[in-house]
């Protein structure tokens, strides 16, 4: 009788003393069972240009309506009405802006009679050997001295090849119905800042490389636009006769 007595305590008391679960925690298993929220993707908002300008699409005698001159800005009429400028005024437009830096068109009587592109880097090998053999014009005092000893070009390897110790000369060309001029200047900034009462008509001597198309006879063009400005400042302009 004791046996089947004791048995059962021993049960209760093994079964009491057996030690107790945890019971998972609720707010480890919500963490691990939600699902992971995906990062926003960073949107960069930026305005695309709807297209884009070449500069090898100007030609000169081109007429003012047949010009797409989206990217440039009017900068003036300047003598007389018929002689006009336009300024390069979006950049990140010009399709050739990793080399030129800015661009001027000179209109008379609505023809692109000029185009003066300035140019980040220096291209007279470049041009050079495109256009051939060119004039030089060299007007300070230093280059000049420089030449007594040594030669403006060299020809090596089938190109021709200007000196590099030159830093300050023109180059010209001339074809059948266009003058070409290419202006290296690569003077300290302390002296070209002397060249500043130079600049006219954004004519800028001070940039480091100029180069310039214009018709052959712009010369002769901008002289009659000058005297007819002159003729109406001092009101010398002809009135047309009055019929009797």
Request: proline letters at 3%.
């Amino acid at each position: 009788m004791k046996y089947f007595i004791v048995i059962p305590i021993l049960s209760v008391v093994l079964l009491g003393c057996t030690t107790p679960q945890k019971e998972p925690d609720s707010s480890k298993r919500m963490v691990e069972s939600e699902p992971k929220k995906e990062e926003p993707i960073t949107r960069v908002l930026a305005e695309m240009p709807d297209y884009y300008f070449q500069f090898s699409s100007l030609e000169l005698n081109q007429h003012l309506k047949d010009l797409d001159l989206r990217v440039f800005k009017h900068y003036g009429e300047f003598y007389t009405d018929d002689f006009s400028i336009y300024k390069l005024h979006r950049l990140d437009y010009l399709v050739e802006s990793y080399f030129i830096e800015d661009i001027n068109l000179y209109f008379i009587d609505s023809l692109l009679v000029k185009i003066q592109v300035y140019l980040r880097e220096d291209k007279t090998q470049e041009f050079l050997n495109r256009y051939g053999m060119a004039k030089i014009y060299i007007t300070d005092y230093h280059n000049k001295k420089l030449l007594e000893s040594e030669r403006v070009l060299s020809y090596q390897k089938g190109k021709y090849r200007i000196n590099e110790n030159l830093d300050h000369y023109i180059l010209r060309w001339k074809a059948d119905s266009m003058d070409i001029e290419y202006r290296v200047n690569k003077k300290p900034d302390s002296i070209k800042i002397q060249a500043a009462s130079n600049t006219t008509l954004l004519d800028d001597n001070r940039k480091r490389y100029k180069l310039t198309f214009q018709t052959a006879d712009y010369d002769h063009q901008m002289a009659w636009i000058k005297w007819e400005s002159y003729k109406e400042s001092r009101g010398l302009v002809a009135e047309p006769a009055e019929e009797q």
